[in-house]
């Protein structure tokens, strides 16, 4: 079993700056792509970024300029840089984990959520 602990979230002046991480325990043989994803009051869960093992990453158009993906694989941490928010950004921020286990089955784990919430 693997658990993720996310930490990071907070309230934040619009223009500010904060920095999620998402840390992964437990039995596990490697982790493959790392993703965050983030649902506001009343929308669907969309996602925001992904890291692949390789250290390929993508984003939503969105958040493009403004967030960076990274990950410590010594660590097993995934971490979202968040500069330049804006109101439109104030939503529930989740990481998600595809892992190969020891058992050699891959499966996919998602964070407990993170509220991020952006003043105007």
């Known amino acids: 079993q693997v658990q993720l602990v996310e930490s990071g979230g907070g309230l934040v002046q619009a223009g500010g700056s904060l920095r999620l991480s998402c840390a992964a325990s437990g039995s596990m043989f490697s982790i493959n792509v790392m993703r965050w994803h983030r649902q506001a009051p009343g929308k669907q869960r969309e996602l925001v970024a992904t890291?692949?093992?390789?250290?390929?990453?993508n984003y939503s158009d969105f958040v493009k300029g403004r967030f960076t993906i990274s990950r410590d694989n010594a660590k097993n941490t995934v971490y979202l840089r968040m500069n330049s928010l804006k109101p439109e950004d104030t939503a529930v921020y989740y990481c998600?984990?595809?892992?190969?286990?020891?058992?050699?089955?891959?499966?996919?784990?998602w964070g407990q959520g993170t509220q991020v919430t952006v003043s105007s």
């Open positions: 890291i692949t093992s390789g250290g390929s990453t």
């Open positions: 998600n984990l595809g892992v190969w286990t020891t058992m050699r089955l891959y499966e996919d784990y």
